[in-house]
């Protein structure tokens, strides 16, 4: 399958993705593109740390996390097409340029998917920013509705998190 098309000027790689997704204020398209990308990568992402954990429930837990980062991708993708008039296409991961290099996953830790949590707490506050800077409702709704699966996925970590803590 062919790759899909990073936006023009944008990032090459998912880590400067995120830092300009972080830093942004308001949800210009350019970024809510790039977010797509980011949150497809998401559910790999997820189920890459899946595959090294012996624990089924955190396993469980990671992978709820992930398939939820895929919906995330479509309703900013809806966002989008509520902005211009045309969805911007949810990659699959093999047509993904931010997973066309493969990654590790990171060795999951309770003291790493602590971290991860607060990363996913922070992005509550970030959908909401941008939910607050845009003058289309409907584009705040689903951009809300993300954010507050961001902090369910904390509360998830923090829960996978207490799991592996405990053996």
């Known amino acids: ?12 790689t998912l880590g400067e993705a995120f830092a300009i997704i972080n830093a942004a204020t308001h949800p210009t398209l350019d970024v809510l593109r790039l977010m797509v990308l980011a949150e497809a990568a998401g559910k790999t992402l997820y189920e890459g740390m899946a595959e090294t954990v012996p624990n089924e429930a955190v396993r469980t837990l990671l992978r ?18 509520v902005l211009t008039g045309t969805d911007y296409p949810v ?18 830790t309770p003291e790493m ?3 991860l ?18 003058d289309n409702a409907d ?4 951009l809300r509705l993300n954010g507050s699966e961001e902090t369910e996925h904390g509360q998830r970590l923090q829960q996978a998190a207490a799991l592996l803590a405990a053996g």
């Open 1 to 12: 399958m062919p790759m899909h098309s990073l936006p023009e000027n944008a990032p090459a």
């Open 64 to 81: 709820h996390n992930g398939r939820e980062e895929l919906a995330h991708a479509h309703r900013v993708s809806r966002a989008i097409g």
């Open 91 to 108: 990659p699959a991961p093999e047509e993904n340029p931010y997973l066309a290099t493969p990654m590790n996953p990171p060795v999951v």
């Open 113 to 115: 998917l602590n971290g």
């Open 117 to 134: 949590a607060q990363t996913e707490f922070n992005g509550d506050a970030l959908y909401e920013g941008w939910a607050r800077n845009t």
């Open 139 to 142: 584009v705040a709704a689903l």
